[in-house]
């Protein structure tokens, strides 16, 4: 039998590796979604639409149910659900290795009790 047929062989530093860089990018991200929201934000603020009938139909349908708002709240928290993703696979990858480590063992019990 080959290697492949007897358990799955993760190598938990070349993965925590990855999942580290995964969350500096998240990291990253967080302080650059800061300051566009800031700046998003900002923006909206200065309401370039204007206090004219147009202005105030425009608003009425970007404004509607706080909707800019809404969607750069959810975008600020897009990092930690990022962050979130990395903090699970770290937990996978342990998860995988230790339910592994614990088949082999038991198969390795039943073989030797085979053989008595």
């Given at each position: 039998m080959s290697r492949d047929e007897h358990g799955i062989e993760i190598y938990k530093?070349?993965?925590y590796e990855g999942i580290n860089q995964w969350a500096t990018m998240a990291?990253?991200?967080e302080r650059e979604v800061a300051r566009l929201a800031a700046e998003v934000r900002a923006c909206l603020a200065t309401a370039p639409w204007g206090d004219g009938l147009e202005g105030k139909a425009f608003?009425?349908?970007h404004g509607r149910d706080d909707g800019p708002y809404k969607l750069?709240?959810?975008?600020v928290d897009?990092?930690?659900q990022l962050r979130d993703v990395g903090d699970r696979a770290r937990k996978v990858v342990d998860n995988v290795r230790t339910t592994?480590?614990?088949?082999?063992?038991?198969?390795?019990?039943?073989?030797?009790i085979k053989e008595v």
């Open positions: 530093p070349v993965a990291g990253d991200m608003w009425q349908k750069v709240l959810r975008f897009l990092p930690n592994d480590t614990g088949m082999g063992q038991e198969m390795l019990a039943r073989a030797q």
